[in-house]
């Protein structure tokens, strides 16, 4: 998750840079689909099941992202966040 995260922190500095046009040009994109894909897998290899990862366009133009998902156990993650430089 923290590599997910990181990535989208990744794209949000370049939105901050307008190296990216909009947020919302970013999510329709290829590039996103593919990193959520990889990351929906990701988290599957760790048994967790229920898995929703959705990107979001955040208040200010950002990249946010909603997840959760079930771990082994019975442990529930979820959660949503913009990571972002403040």
Not at 10 to 20: A, K, Q, S, V
Not at 22 to 36: C, E, L, P, Q
Not at 71 to 84: D, K
Request: aromatic fraction near 10%; hydrophobic fraction near 45%.
């Amino acid at each position: 998750m923290r590599a997910l995260l990181s990535e989208v922190f990744e794209l949000n500095e370049r939105i901050m840079t307008n190296d990216l046009v909009s947020a919302k040009s970013v999510i329709v994109g290829k590039n996103m689909k593919k990193i959520m894909l990889h990351y929906h897998e990701a988290i599957a290899e760790d048994d967790a099941t229920d898995i929703h990862l959705q990107a979001y366009v955040a208040y200010g133009g950002w990249i946010g992202i909603t997840f959760s998902y079930i771990l082994p156990g019975g442990f529930c993650v979820q959660g949503s966040t913009v990571p972002r430089r403040v």
